[in-house]
């Protein structure tokens, strides 16, 4: 499985910004499980959220939830992390990953396979 992480940038407090995960080299229709994480510098991976590909349900760090939502566009095996109403502290390098089954451990880092590149997003004034 290969993932593509982009949509990162420059933006400033109280703005959107929309990040994709592009999946390939496997059936992404299966039980897989995807998650976001993201990396301040100094700081440890933490979890952001997770995403059941074949409910098509979310999982949102509850200190995140109501300003980041995930989805989908099956016909391109990509997930989406819409974030809004960006703060300095979401300042970090996001990443995402990726797991052949879905676990209820959904927010461990240890448990995906694969990884994407990280894509770093700044919110600053």
């Known amino acids: 499985v290969q993932l593509q992480a982009s949509g990162g940038g420059l933006v400033q407090p109280g703005d959107s910004l929309r990040l994709s995960c592009a999946a390939s080299g496997r059936d992404f229709t299966s039980n897989y499980a995807l998650g976001w994480f993201r990396q301040a510098p100094g700081k440890e991976r933490e979890f952001v959220a997770a995403f059941r590909w074949a409910l098509n349900r979310e999982y949102v760090a509850d200190s995140l939830k109501g300003r980041f939502t995930v989805s989908r566009d099956n016909a391109k095996s990509t997930v989406f992390l819409q974030m809004n109403s960006l703060k300095a502290e979401d300042t970090a390098v996001y990443y995402c990953?990726?797991?052949?089954?879905?676990?209820?451990?959904?927010?461990?880092?240890?448990?995906?396979?694969?990884w994407g590149q990280g894509t770093l997003v700044t919110v600053s004034s």
């Open positions: 990953a990726a797991r052949a089954r879905w676990s209820l451990d959904y927010s461990n880092v240890r448990i995906y396979d694969y």
